[in-house]
């Protein structure tokens, strides 16, 4: 089952991850910014940015996800490993 063989994150998201990741660091400063919204707002830039980037087709939709995703994804990896310790 290929399904996802072929995924990876097209050249032209790469620097929209670590944009996104500080969109997302931005808004947890922002006071009347929830939590929940933060990810929702970061999977939507994401997809805008992939649409915006790629195509309004397939292939931009998922890799606006994925650069949505991998911003997410670094920034819980960070507060797991690091800021946990740290506690």
């Not at 929702?40 to 195509?55: D, E, K, Y």
């Not at 650069?67 to 946990?84: C, H, P, R, S």
């Amino acid at each position: 089952m290929d399904f996802l063989s072929g995924v990876e994150l097209h050249e032209s998201l790469v620097l929209a991850v670590p944009a996104l990741l500080i969109i997302g660091l931005a808004l947890k400063k922002t006071p009347k910014c929830p939590d929940w919204l933060i990810v929702w707002t970061i999977l939507i830039l994401g997809l805008v940015a992939g649409i915006a980037a790629i195509g309004f087709d397939l292939n931009g939709i998922v890799n606006g996800i994925i650069a949505g995703g991998l911003a997410i994804t670094a920034n819980q990896a960070y507060k797991q490993t690091v800021a946990k310790r740290n506690e």
